[in-house]
């Protein structure tokens, strides 16, 4: 059987060879060497991956055991990482290589090493590395965390946590407390055991008073809260509930956390911290603010008395009331049916909460500003429950491939304001925002009768007529008809109040004076305070009925005495024009002054079925509505015909009249 690629394959010798170039290559920051002789060695891809990732692991292994500083580790990890990404090895090597030097360092060391893992966490979260690795990172932050202290390595404990949460997705269910379980495991351990016979003997007096003080130690400070032993377990006893909170849902341990929490806070309420300030002066140049944090504080019953005292330490246990009592009260999805507070208990945590919140407050220093963080973490912190109880759903939305983009409604100004609940929008300036915030609904704002400003006919209309009038002999110049703006809005009023201004006319081309001394004859009949219905000029209402207007001009004689000729409608002449329209009638009916609706009423009638019964149907409408006067003319249909571009039919129907 001849040899293969494969089979000549030594796992052993391209290993050490590997091993080798690593050792050689100055500073293990050129992958050109490695992969020229990567290529060379017999056997699969697979295989020399193989041999290229056990010869970086031997190699970091021989910097561990000669105690090289870390940046020959931080190096030789980097190297790793440019040969993932040229194809060379696996991507899971760099992360073993940290797994080895996090398990064999110290902890001074791994806090350095550590250091370059957090730089590269984008470099973690890319795809090439993410799927491979983050198994890996996960294990190994978890074995640094056991091996950490939480009181002495609190800050290196923050950044591991930190570096968890930038690595991880919001979404990642593996760094979820989704059952909502308790670290029942932190036990807080107090003094059970002590000699009652001492307190028998000294009465009331606290255990400080009782005690003789020993060279070096201080003593009680004036004005602190008076302890005794029953003070002292009831206070560490708290952090039993503190720790398990399901415990307050039953009777008898509700009752027993209702009396020592009312001891407590009572104490609290009774000595309150003086807010001291020492000023910038006074303080020493050398001296730097620092914040003092403790993870766990000691339970011993001698120190009980100073810790009340100090201002870190009641916030922290004021704190843990106000978690409490947010849970308490939550929803959470995995509370069972028994899990639930009766409306004593209900009460009772309510005005509890409101007197921990104003003993924060009143715990120097900045106990308000402490106290307004504290309701917005807790605030976020429901947002968070809600989230959880929803079943975590991913904050990424998912955009299909074939949905297509919907297009939003744009939200007027009216809904914002529903929206709101009535709080006022604030628009920019006071003004604005008054004007906005007046009424939430803008169309029943507009309705209002507060905002119709059109005057009445009679009010606008009856000095007009009074001065038209010839008998009062008004100058021109001090008529209003005569004047283009008051003509102008004349018209604006007619269009919205009256329906004269709609009447159809024989002249197009009529003066707009003309026409508005017309208009006054019989806008004179309908106004009942005008008085001067029988003072008009007859002459002009008889003129205005027929059509025809005299005027003193010879050429307005001479059109007038043309309107004077019979120009009357006949029923032939319309069967005629309805004959050669078609589908045009609703251009001609458009024009001829019909709304919509009148063409959609005649286009449903069953009765007329083609386009020739329709028009013969509208045109006779025309022909007989007959408003104040007017009538309907051959010169009307004809200019109308002629306005809708049907200069063919006007000129055979017409001329076809003319010539009978």
Not at 62 to 91: F, G, H, M, R
Not at 179 to 188: G, K, L, Y
Not at 527 to 545: A, F, R
Not at 588 to 604: H, M, P, Q, R, Y
Request: proline content about 3%; hydrophobic content about 35%.
């Amino acid at each position: 059987m001849p040899k293969t690629a494969a089979s000549s394959f030594s796992f052993d010798t391209s290993r050490k060879s590997l091993r080798d170039i690593i050792h050689k290559t100055d500073q293990y920051d050129s992958i050109e060497k490695i992969s020229s002789n990567f290529s060379k060695l017999a056997g699969s891809d697979v295989e020399k991956k193989l041999a290229l990732d056990q010869a970086f692991r031997d190699c970091l292994k021989d910097l561990v055991l000669n105690s090289s500083e870390c940046e020959t580790y931080k190096a030789l990890i980097n190297l790793s990482v440019l040969a993932v990404k040229n194809e060379l090895c696996s991507p899971s090597t760099p992360f073993l290589m940290l797994s080895d030097v996090f398990d064999s360092v110290t902890l001074e060391r791994c806090d350095d090493v550590f250091t370059y893992v957090e730089e590269g966490v984008m470099e973690w979260k890319s795809d090439m590395f993410y799927g491979a690795g983050k198994n890996y990172l996960l294990r190994m932050c978890n074995d640094l965390l056991r091996r950490l202290s939480k009181s002495q390595n609190t800050v290196f404990c923050g950044r591991i946590q930190l570096f968890l949460a930038r690595l991880f997705p919001l979404s990642e269910k593996s760094g979820l407390n989704l059952m909502s379980q308790f670290h029942v495991d932190n036990v807080t351990k107090f003094d059970l055991e002590i000699d009652m016979t001492h307190f028998k003997e000294t009465g009331e007096k606290s255990i400080e008073e009782s005690m003789d003080v020993e060279e070096g130690e201080m003593n009680e400070p004036a004005g602190s809260v008076p302890i005794d032993y029953n003070m002292y377990r009831k206070f560490w006893s708290l952090q039993d509930y503190f720790r398990s909170p399901l415990q307050c849902y039953e009777k008898l341990a509700w009752r027993q956390f209702q009396s020592n929490a009312n001891d407590v806070l009572n104490a609290f309420t009774s000595y309150k911290l003086p807010d001291i300030k020492i000023s910038k002066k006074k303080q020493p140049k050398t001296s730097k603010s620092q914040n003092t944090y403790f993870a766990k504080y000691l339970t011993s019953s001698k120190l009980l008395d100073l810790q009340l005292s100090d201002s870190n330490f009641r916030r922290y246990v004021l704190t843990q009331f106000i978690i409490l009592f947010q849970y308490l009260n939550a929803t959470v999805k995995f509370k069972s049916n028994e899990h639930v507070m009766s409306e004593e208990q209900s009460n009772w945590v309510k005005e509890t909460t409101a007197k921990v919140l104003q003993l924060i407050k009143e715990t120097p220093p900045d106990g308000a500003s402490f106290a307004e963080y504290l309701q917005h973490v807790l605030q976020r912190e429901e947002n968070w429950n809600s989230w959880k109880n929803d079943g975590c759903p991913n904050f990424v939305r998912e955009k299909s491939v074939d949905a297509k983009p919907r297009q939003r409604k744009k939200r007027s100004l009216g809904d914002d304001i529903r929206a709101c609940g009535g709080k006022v929008i604030k628009m920019g300036s006071p003004e604005l925002t008054r004007l906005w915030n007046l009424c939430p609904d803008n169309i029943e704002a507009c309705k209002a009768e507060s905002r119709i400003f059109l005057p009445s006919l009679e009010k606008f209309f009856e000095p007009a007529i009074e001065a038209a009038n010839p008998e009062n002999m008004v100058e021109d110049q001090y008529k209003d008809h005569l004047k283009a703006n008051w003509q102008w809005t004349a018209l604006r009023l007619l269009a919205r109040r009256s329906p004269h201004f709609f009447s159809q006319t024989n002249q197009p081309g009529k003066p707009l004076h003309n026409f508005l001394e017309g208009l006054f004859a019989k806008m004179a009949k309908e106004i009942p305070s005008s008085q001067n219905d029988e003072k008009l000029d007859e002459s002009k209402v008889d003129e205005e009925v027929e059509g025809g207007e005299q005027g003193q001009d010879e050429d307005l004689q001479g059109e007038n005495a043309k309107e004077n000729e019979p120009d009357t409608l006949s029923k032939e002449l319309i069967e005629m024009v309805a004959e050669k329209l078609d589908d045009n009638w609703k251009k001609l009916a458009t024009e001829l002054n019909f709304t919509g609706e009148d063409v959609k009423f005649i286009e449903s009638d069953v009765e007329t079925v083609d386009a020739k019964a329709k028009a013969m149907k509208m045109l006779t409408n025309w022909m007989v509505s007959i408003v104040e006067g007017e009538r309907a003319s051959n010169t009307q249909l004809n200019v109308a015909l002629r306005e809708i571009g049907l200069t063919s039919i006007a000129d055979v129907v017409f001329g076809e009249v003319n010539n009978s």
